[in-house]
Nanobody
Framework: QVQLVESGGGLVQAGGSLRLSCAAS????????MGWYRQAPGKQRELVAA???????NYADSVKGRFTISRDSAKNTVYLQMNNLKPEDTADYYC?????????????WGQGTQVTVSS
């Protein structure tokens, strides 16, 4: 079983920055994709940013130019650097790890970390 442990959430003023961390219980290169999702109250969970095992990154339009996803393979950790935060970034942020093995898909989620941006 894979464990993903997020940290780094908190309360910040608009324009501020936070860095989220997601520590995996095994090598992050065992996953095809790792990503960050968020879910605001009353809204569906949405993809924020993702990084493939090959290093390709993908971002939601709403965070492009403000958020950066990165990884440290030595620490088995994926980060989400969030700059110029806006009140609409307020949500619970979840780390996700995905891999496929033959005809099966495996999806793992962290417990979530709360980000609150005040105006």
């Amino acid at each position: 079983q894979v464990q993903l442990v997020e940290s780094g959430g908190g309360l910040v003023q608009a324009g501020g920055s936070l860095r989220l961390s997601c520590a995996a219980s095994r090598t992050i290169f065992s996953f095809n994709v790792m990503g960050w999702y968020r879910q605001a109250p009353g809204k569906q969970r949405e993809l924020v940013a993702a990084i493939t095992s090959g290093g390709t990154t993908n971002y939601a339009d709403s965070v492009k130019g403000r958020f950066t996803i990165s990884r440290d393979s030595a620490k088995n950790t994926v980060y989400l650097q969030m700059n110029n935060l806006k009140p609409e970034d307020t949500a619970d942020y979840y780390c996700n790890a995905y891999y496929s093995d033959y005809d099966r898909d495996y999806d793992f989620w962290g417990q979530g970390t709360q980000v609150t941006v005040s105006s």
